[in-house]
């Protein structure tokens, strides 16, 4: 079981958060107020049509980008740039791994930015690729891997780091369908494994339901929460046993009517 | 694509300079033409002109220059362009300026510089320095630009260290740039090797050849062209075999990148 414990705090809260770009004399405002916050250990799916600001508030929550108003506390600490703690799996595989290096130095890196003994690095790097099934690729180079083994090697490198929450952002809108679902396996697998909390990032409802405990289907742009839907499925879950589920079936039409409203620009009340 | 095979374009590596040589030596076999001496008769000189002495004397210190000048080069212009590239408010203050140096042909520079840093090795070295600059700075400038946004971000959440984040991503990620720049200003280098020893020198290979000409030593003469011809492949050979060790991934990239369509 993986429920939160009781009087345990908010790992990750978003509060009130507010992002307008402005370029000259155009303003355009790409988030109007993001209320949210995730348990230690919980899965976290943020749903929402194309054009929904879902990058934008990725890129605040991580520290990437400044919000205009509202704030992003990660374990207690307002957040201003990437804070400690904190792993990133990217859309673009390809473009987030250091094509000049191994499998191997890419998961290694982080772990000497942090200072971790020697020792210990070999170990988690070990585990780590063992974990995403690239025990035999130590020394190949990201770029003579295919797309879903890059994006298993982003995931090997977040996961050594041992981070307290993970981000990711569409992290399977660019593999093939197959690879799409192995990941989402590894995916619930690593995190009931390692207990770490995960936000996930998609555009995909199929995705959303079958991963996360929870979905935040976000408005169109200007953004704000248009429903947060408790997903009540078994924790454990597969690909075919889990998506013939009635009750999946209906979190599905669910969430896709809530896009539907969202894409025809309804908002919700108040 | 049509591939002879390996062997095969190895044997066929040396046909051309073969024919050219031939082909010199056939036309000019015969040849009284004061100023155009047989091949034949260069290539008999060519031995004792340069390894009685005028190797260590002259070879050694023109190369000696042209390293110093080139690497000093590469390192202001890596670490100036390093900064610029960095900093937009920057690149955008003296981008116009050094357009407009680098403009500025560096044989030129040659009897400025002769009046303040006199006629000895540091004139020449700063001749060198002055022209191989430019094409590494901005290359260097336009390849840290140009990095991936995704991999900055990344290393930013990483929390990489400033030390490493310049190591690992900036110099990593500029470095075919930089190659592209640093081979650009080594044939430059060769050039103002020879053209700073032209105006006043007292040894090198351009002097050497310049005080052949002028006592009408001329298959000696000749024989400085084809010296300089020799140090100019030698070193093109030396910077790609370093080249294709540092950049291998890139090659790599870009092969996968083809054939992956």
């Keep these: ?270 | 694509m049509r591939d002879p095979g390996r062997g095969l374009r190895i044997l066929l590596l040396p046909a051309l300079p073969v024919l050219l040589v031939a082909t010199w030596w056939l036309t000019t076999a015969d040849s009284t033409n004061f100023f155009w001496p047989p091949l034949e008769q260069i290539l008999r000189t060519f031995g004792e002109t340069w390894f009685t002495g005028r190797f260590t004397a002259d070879v050694l210190p023109s190369l000696a220059r042209l390293l110093v000048g080139y690497l000093v080069a590469v390192a202001l212009g890596v670490g100036l362009g390093t900064e610029i590239g960095s900093w937009r408010t920057l690149r955008a203050l003296v981008e116009p300026v050094l357009e407009f140096f680098r403009a500025i042909p560096a044989p030129v520079l040659v009897p400025i510089l002769m009046l303040f840093a006199g006629i000895g090795n540091e004139m020449k070295v700063l001749v060198i320095v002055s022209g191989c600059v430019w094409p590494v700075l901005l290359n260097t400038v336009e390849g840290v630009r140009a990095l991936d946004e995704v991999l900055r971000d990344t290393a930013r959440c990483y929390r990489l260290r400033p030390r490493s984040r310049l190591v690992h991503l900036v110099l990593r990620g500029a470095s075919p740039q930089i190659a592209a720049g640093a081979r650009q200003a080594l044939s430059i280098g060769i050039i103002l090797m020879v053209i700073s020893e032209m105006f006043a020198a007292s040894n090198g290979v351009g002097f050497t050849i310049i005080q052949f000409q002028r006592s009408f030593a001329i298959p000696q003469m000749w024989t400085g062209i084809i010296m300089l011809g020799l140090i100019g492949v030698v070193l093109s050979v030396i910077f790609r075999a370093v080249e294709s060790r540092a950049l291998s991934w890139y090659t790599g990239l870009r092969m996968s990148q083809r054939t992956k369509g």
């Excluded at chain 1, 939160?4 to 908010?10: N, V």
């Design chain 1, 1 to 270: 079981m993986t429920t939160t414990p009781i009087g345990a705090t908010a790992l990750l809260d978003v509060r009130d958060l507010r992002k307008v770009y402005s370029g000259g004399s155009r303003s355009v405002e790409a988030v109007r107020n993001l209320t949210f916050s995730i348990a230690p250990g919980e899965l976290v799916c943020i749903v929402g049509p194309s054009g929904a600001g879902k990058t934008t508030l990725l890129r605040c929550v991580a520290g990437l980008l400044n919000s205009t108003a509202g704030e992003v506390v990660l374990d207690g600490e307002k957040v201003t740039g990437p804070p400690r703690g904190m792993a990133v799996v990217f859309q673009e595989y390809g473009r987030s791994l250091f094509p000049w290096m191994t499998v191997r130095q890419n998961v290694e890196l982080p772990l000497k930015e942090k200072k971790v003994p020697k020792a210990e690095r070999r170990r988690l790097v070990e585990q780590a690729l063992e974990a995403v099934g690239l025990a035999d690729v130590h020394n190949a180079h990201p770029w003579q891997l295919s797309g879903g083994m890059q994006q298993r090697v982003a995931i090997a490198r977040a996961v050594a780091y041992e981070p307290h929450i993970l981000l990711m952002d569409e992290p399977f809108a660019a593999v093939d369908a197959q690879t799409r679902a192995d990941l989402e396996d590894l995916v619930r697998t690593l995190w009931r494994r390692l207990g770490v909390t995960v936000l996930f990032v998609t555009h995909d409802i199929d995705e959303s339901v079958y991963l996360g405990q929870r979905v935040i289907v976000l408005s169109n742009s200007p953004t704000v929460v248009l429903e947060e839907v408790a997903v009540d499925l078994p924790d454990d879950r597969d690909q075919l046993t889990t998506r013939s589920l009635p009750r999946f079936a209906e979190l599905r039409a669910h969430v896709y009517e809530l896009i539907q409203r969202a894409k025809r620009g309804d908002r919700p009340a108040g």
